[in-house]
């Protein structure tokens, strides 16, 4: 995509899917595991298996556990030391977030997590869709210095949550990257192009994959209640070239 104005980034949660989304076009991967319960942080082998297949940035999701974004002290810990194993394995960015007790950005563990990051980018995930004053949020965000923040505009899914996205990137006036995600897909990304100025769109693509296995026990499930231990989530990459043949259209 010469000279193009916009990036594409897909989260992913294995080498498959990583190399679908590298193929379909993305620009970036946000890397991450369990995507089915929203993702959490993966291993670093994952990471270096991903990097010798793709040549393309990745950041990383530093995410110790599934729910909110109030951490423990160990929770804190371990959030930062994933952080610099990250850097020093070498990771384009880390993607994170925390928020205190009252719905506010946690503005001092931020600047720990971000003294910690080196070089790499940093970008707040979707604990921004759940803090209690998204105006306030970004001006503390842009005063960090973070790089980019991922939203679904405070709802469900990007559509539902575009008035806002709109408002926060025009009121971020490129000092911070506002990237929608949240459902974003081919049958939503013009929408976005046409009527606000975003240039960062991001998505999962996912597919969901019937396994293999011919012998099942259909008696015991091994997670969370209505999810069939025999669905395999995957990176769809005709649905990624086509967001990345829009994006190029757009360019």
Not at 81 to 89: Q, T, V
Not at 106 to 128: P, W
Not at 185 to 210: G, Q, W
Request: glycine letters at 8%; one cysteine or more.
């Amino acid at each position: 995509m010469k000279n193009k104005k916009y990036i594409l980034e897909c989260c992913v949660d294995s080498v498959e899917s990583a190399i679908n989304a590298s193929n379909g076009g993305a620009d970036r991967l946000e890397l991450c595991g369990n995507l089915i319960i929203g993702g959490t942080t993966p291993s670093l082998y994952l990471f270096e298996e991903i990097r010798k297949n793709c040549d393309i940035k990745i950041h990383v999701l530093i995410r110790p556990r599934f729910g909110d974004f109030l951490y423990t002290n160990y929770e804190k810990q371990i959030m930062k030391k994933e952080i610099e194993l990250f850097r020093d394995a070498g990771a384009d960015g880390i993607v994170v977030g925390c928020l205190d007790e009252n719905g506010d950005i946690d503005f001092e563990l931020m600047k720990e997590f971000i003294d910690l990051s080196g070089e790499m980018k940093v970008v707040l995930h979707r604990a921004f869709d759940v803090c209690k004053d998204p105006f306030v949020a970004l001006e503390k965000l842009i005063s960090l210095g973070i790089d980019t923040i991922l939203t679904s505009g405070q709802q469900n899914n990007c559509l539902d949550g575009i008035d806002l996205i709109k408002e926060l990137n025009d009121i971020a006036n490129d000092k911070i990257s506002i990237m929608a995600g949240g459902g974003m897909n081919s049958n939503v990304i013009e929408k976005f192009l046409n009527e606000t100025e975003v240039k960062s769109f991001h998505m999962s693509a996912k597919k969901v994959l019937e396994s293999k296995m011919k012998y099942r026990n259909l008696n015991v499930n091994m997670g969370m209640p209505g999810l069939s231990e025999y669905e395999i989530w995957r990176t769809n990459e005709d649905e990624v070239r086509k967001v990345y043949e829009i994006l190029k259209k757009y360019s």
